[in-house]
């Protein structure tokens, strides 16, 4: 007698593409989390790094009783360069790469490279892109006072101490005009160092630092762009001015906010400003705050602590919260 077998019939054409339609209909509705998930990774992280050089400054404060300023900068009697990424070294556990590194050349010496092309990863941030171009041999000459035109990588930072706030900033504020260029930010720009008390607005009121990511390449509203800052150096090209990597001197920056098209504010030596825009934050990576993640940027404030802004604050706020000793306090809703 013949066995009998059980028969299963195979999915027929339309079972099939049902099924195909609800697997791309569920992907379609988990990608979304799974993109916003890692996100916040990478802005946790963001953050993280910034609270490590928030713990290294007070580290340098107390050892020499003052923070670091943002840049030391002497050509006479002797050269000494140094930016306050490269002074704090020795307080991110790398020691060898500050020892290696002579502070009595020009920070893009040839003979720096070995250091300065360090890819320091607390210096950087994970949602900002990677890897980056090289900018042309014609802006190497002129970043280096024409000392080179090979085109090392410099080891990238994606974050600049808030040197000082621009009249501009403050007519953008809608604030009255300063009468001169600026007030200097918590880090100033050396090449004294500067003690706490001097930042009378208060340390948690205060911000030393921020993201200014995906330099050198020039960045628009979260997209590549070309430069189009009237009369600088890097105007046409896709790159920034200055901010190539952790040792440049020029990697903190003044804030005087842009235009949404990227074009910045300016304002002269006597304060006189030519106005582009309105926009203070995520508009442009050409020495305004910047960063990659939706909404907002992280600060580092004077306290050590980290806080997340976000792009719509308000101009008068961001103003108060850049400035140290103006009798300012930011009023924040978070």
Known sequence: M???????????LVELLVVIAIIGILVGLLLPAVQAAREAARRMQCSNNLKQLGLALHNYESAFKVFPPSRIDYSSPQIFQQSWLSMILPYIEQTNVANGYQMGLPWFAPVNDPFTTTKIATYLCPSAPGERAVPASNLYANVTKNLRSDQPRWGYSDYGSINAVRNAMFTVAGLPSLGTREVLGALGRGPQGVKLAFITDGLSNTALASEDAGRPNIFIGGKKATNPRPGSIAQGTVFTEDGWGWADINGGFSIDGSSRLGI???????????????????????????????????????????????????????????????????????
């Open 2 to 12: 013949r066995s009998l077998r059980s028969k299963r019939g195979a999915f027929t």
């Open 264 to 334: 910045a504010n300016s304002t002269s030596s006597s304060g006189n400003v030519t106005m582009q825009g309105t926009c203070t934050m995520n508009c442009t990576n050409d020495s305004e705050i910047y960063a990659f993640h939706t909404g907002g940027a992280n600060f580092l404030m004077a306290d050590g602590s980290v806080q997340f802004y976000a792009a719509s604050i308000d101009p008068k706020s961001l103003v108060a919260l850049c400035t140290r000793d103006f009798a300012d306090i930011a009023t924040i809703e978070q």
